[in-house]
């Protein structure tokens, strides 16, 4: 059952939330699409769909994947004052600094050529992601040690503006987000098997590796810089 300012209902009372409300885009749509169907074996379909989406809630709980509203409720900023030493064109980048930026993938595609000739690591999150929401902080101090040598981008996928923009005033970045509702530079990243996921390039622009999956610890993070960004050996 949909239920107007909270989405469709599953079994258990839990609700799944639309793109409007900070949910995933992809997942409320076919959903949506099987709900509103009027063949007999999709409505059919579409109550097994429910009921496996209440499993997988509950699995997410278990595991620690859960939603925007259990996982981490935000973080503090380090001191982000060292990165105004940065050279210029990460100066720039870093003046955008908590901003969620429009434009898709030509933008993005803009902004990777402004930092030409440095390392770049971009993470893709979304506000209602439990994992990506935990290993903010991490970000945000590898970032603050890291920043005036890689460049630091965020990218903002299958999320809504609004809640994306209230937890960015929760653990403020010192880099600013392309907001990605369509999974545009997602895919185009091929970061689109789950969030979170985080592409690092070298300072030739070459994309090395991506990770899928959140970043447990400070130094993991910054080991993966230094390996697929940075390529110290």
């Excluded at 210029?88 to 955008?96: C, D, I, K, V």
């Excluded at 609004?162 to 530079?185: C, H, N, Q, R, V």
Aim: proline content about 8%.
């Amino acid at each position: 059952m949909r239920v107007p300012g909270r989405g469709i209902r599953l079994p258990g009372g839990d609700y799944l939330r639309g793109p409007q409300m900070g949910g995933p885009i992809d997942l409320y749509l076919i959903t949506v699409d099987m709900f509103r169907s009027s063949d007999s074996n999709i409505r059919c379909a579409w109550r097994g769909f429910v009921a496996l989406l209440a499993v997988a809630a509950v699995a997410s709980i278990v595991t620690g994947c859960g939603g925007s509203d259990s996982v981490y409720d935000g973080s503090p900023p380090p001191d982000y004052g060292g990165l105004a030493d940065a050279p210029p064109p990460l100066a720039a980048l870093y003046s955008q600094g908590n901003d969620l930026l429009p434009g898709g993938s030509e933008a993005f595609d803009r902004q990777m050529s402004e930092i030409e000739g440095f390392p770049a690591v971009v993470n893709v999150w979304a506000s209602w992601c439990g994992p990506c929401r935990a290993e903010f902080p991490h970000f945000q101090k590898v970032s603050a040690n890291l920043g005036t040598e890689v460049a630091f981008i965020g990218v903002n996928s299958q999320d809504a503006e609004s809640a994306a923009a209230t937890f960015l005033e929760e653990s403020p970045l010192p880099y600013p987000s392309f907001s990605d509702p369509e999974k545009e530079i997602t895919d185009q990243l091929d970061a689109g098997r789950g969030l979170p996921a985080t592409a690092f390039f070298n300072a030739a622009g070459e994309q090395t590796f991506t990770k899928f999956g959140n970043y447990e610890d400070q130094a993991e993070l910054e080991a993966d810089v230094d390996r697929y960004a940075l390529e110290a050996g």
